[in-house]
């Protein structure tokens, strides 16, 4: 009897011995897990995702830097008042274009400059518009352009002119790719007003092409009104390039 009871007390120990086995496996089991989460993690961050990106970006950039013309127009310093006093960003105005006939400007703010200048560059380059050129060096017809206070007067020139405007109309003729240009700019020198009167009057601007399409005509039909012979009128149209 006394062995069975001895037989008996002694089975529930070894259980509990087998117990606690178990119990460290699982503490170390989750700093396994772990380590290996974090592992794949860093390798997909590091290796897939953003190396993807990266080259996307990069490309981006590459292409649209290669073509593309920034000015820088203006910088301000401004301010935003909170409770514990004041903090202090910058404001960057930029006109971007591909000296080709498009062109576009945009505004940006941050606590730095280069940033304030990036975000600027991006918000041109998403708001580029299309301006037609005549002979690819001047605008086609005058024109005039408004917006708030700013009152601006475009005029094309020919060629040998050269560029005769002011501030930041003429970094848009210059990313334009405008060789030819005469403008006068009247009313407030505000550069954000003068550069949005300006886009005012180049998104008014026509060629002979779109409005011949429009009307259903040729555009030898609109060039002999002048007076000049179909013979001249034919060349001219030939020689337009939008």
Request: charged letters at 30%; zero cysteines.
């Amino acid at each position: 009897m006394a062995d069975e009871n001895n037989t008996e007390n002694s089975t529930p120990e070894t259980p509990v011995v087998e117990s606690a086995a178990p119990e460290a496996a699982p503490a170390s089991a989750p700093r396994e897990g772990r380590g290996r989460g974090r592992g794949r993690g860093g390798e997909r961050d590091g290796g897939r995702g953003r190396g993807r990106r990266d080259d996307r970006r990069g490309r981006n950039q590459e292409d649209e830097g290669d073509e593309l013309i920034e000015k820088l127009v203006h910088i301000n310093r401004v301010s935003k008042t909170v409770k514990g006093g004041k903090r202090f960003g910058f404001a960057a105005l930029v006109v971007v274009g591909d000296g080709a006939g498009r062109v576009g400007f945009g505004h940006g703010k941050a606590r730095e400059v280069p940033e304030a200048i990036t975000k600027a560059t991006a918000s041109a380059k998403k708001k580029m518009v299309r301006v037609p050129l005549k002979e690819g060096r001047t605008l086609h017809h005058d024109g005039k352009g408004r917006y708030g206070a700013g009152k601006v007067n475009v005029r094309s020139a020919p060629a040998g002119t050269g560029i005769i405007a002011g501030g930041p109309m003429r970094a848009v003729f210059e990313s334009l790719g405008v060789a030819d240009v005469v403008t006068k700019s009247v009313g407030t020198s505000n550069p954000y007003n003068m550069i949005r009167a300006t886009f005012d009057a180049l998104t008014h601007q026509t060629s002979p092409k779109s409005v011949a399409q429009r009307r259903g005509k040729k555009v030898a039909d609109l060039l002999g009104r002048g007076g000049a012979s179909e013979a001249e009128a034919e060349a001219d149209a030939a020689a337009i390039v939008e």
